[in-house]
């Protein structure tokens, strides 16, 4: 994408080492999500109507700890973002990123409104206020419940995206992403410290740490390795297993079953290490081509999962093996998530990005010039 506005260039620094496109995210995409997907369906209770652990006894010790593919959708991000946005103009980032989540996030706001409407034996819409209110992705901030108890990740992902414009604003370089990450991080732990609700909201200490460790991982893979970068990952990473007993006791436990918090802790690790290996190129070998368009799906499938896929499991638990029935529905999302993302997301981004990049070329062209650029 070119830079359309009447300034200098910006002088960045030249990497030591090519960037190209790095199919092994969007394995782990695709990793991250069907784990998302399984705790969902064979870790949480109210949909079968009973504990999931009786349901499903061997499978459950695992499944239950599937929500950590969130921390991973999280590490990506930053990495993703913090190399997406080397060299765009603010308005370049603004585009993409509005185009890339708005089109399939409408069209699965409204699917799912459609599905717990008509059959409202899991969960129902309040009423439509609440959906247009979702439409807008903003609804964490305004106090109104999500559509789909999935969306909570969306509006952390768009506070990352609003602190990191700054960034973009002033042009991505090495040293504004590390003081970036610095600064974010400090705010974080000072949030412990303090009771300041609109800190809180905007440090996000149990997130921030995977989208910090992200950017620092990138800036290994496009530079090199140093100690200031390892000792962000490292800070990041005891913060994030620090917080693993919060994100336990809120994912995991119920009246009947208490989960441990160590295996979460090695899962997150499991984690970090995977996104160091990608950072030191030691995964760059995976050049599996089909894998670009599975990590496609997994945003429609995220969408789409959580809320229709629990009301079919509330209206069909009774007639089908509850195997059976998992594997069915994560056949039929899958199918679900390929049309939606070919016959809706693309085409609509498509021309949302177009009709954006004409309003962004408007505001360039009737807007002074800065001096002295």
């Known amino acids: 994408m070119q830079l359309s506005e009447q300034v200098a260039p910006i002088t960045l620094p030249t990497p030591s080492r090519p960037v190209r496109r790095l199919y092994v995210l969007d394995g782990l995409r695709v990793v991250a999500a069907l784990s998302v997907v399984l705790f969902h369906y064979t870790a949480t209770n109210e949909a079968w109507g009973k ?14 700890y599937g929500w950590i593919g969130v921390e991973l959708f999280f590490l990506i991000s930053g990495f993703v973002i913090c190399m997406s946005t080397w060299g765009r103009s603010l308005g370049d980032f603004a585009v993409s990123r509005i185009s890339r989540l708005y089109p399939g996030y409408w069209i699965a706001v409204l699917a799912t409104a459609a599905v717990i409407t008509l059959w409202p034996t899991y969960r129902s819409v309040q009423n439509w206020t609440q959906v247009m209110t979702n439409l807008t992705m903003l609804q964490h901030g305004m106090g109104v419940r999500d559509i789909d108890g999935a969306y909570w990740t969306l509006f952390a992902e768009l506070k990352f995206y609003v602190l990191f414009a700054i960034v973009v604003a ?14 974010w991080t400090l705010a974080g732990i000072v949030d412990y410290t303090v009771d300041i609700p609109v800190l809180d909201m905007w440090t996000m200490p149990l997130y921030s740490p995977y989208f910090v460790a992200g950017i620092a991982f990138y800036l290994m893979y496009r530079f090199k ?9 490292g800070l990041s990473f005891f913060l994030g297993e620090q917080n693993m007993a919060k994100r336990v006791k809120f994912n995991g436990p119920s009246e009947h079953h208490v989960a441990s918090v160590w295996p979460a802790q090695v899962l997150l690790a499991l984690c970090f290490l995977l996104m160091a290996l990608v950072a030191l190129r030691k995964l760059d070998r995976v050049q599996w081509g089909w894998l670009t368009t599975a990590g496609a799906l997994t945003y429609p499938m995220y969408l789409l999962h959580e809320n229709i896929g629990l009301t079919c499991v509330a209206l069909l638990r009774d007639r089908y093996p509850a195997h059976v029935l998992v594997a069915v529905l994560i056949v039929v999302l899958a199918v679900l998530s390929y049309l939606m993302y070919r016959f ?16 962004m070329d408007e505001i360039r062209e009737n807007s002074p010039a800065v001096r002295g650029r």
């Open 225 to 233: 390795p140093t100690a200031v970068l390892w000792a962000i990952v």
């Open 51 to 64: 504990n999931t652990k009786a349901v499903f006894p061997h499978f459950h010790s695992f499944s239950q």
């Open 170 to 183: 002033r042009g991505v370089t090495y040293r504004g992403s590390v003081l970036f990450c610095a600064v």
């Open 344 to 359: 809706g997301e693309r085409p609509l981004g498509k021309w949302l990005r177009g009709a954006l990049r004409k309003g």
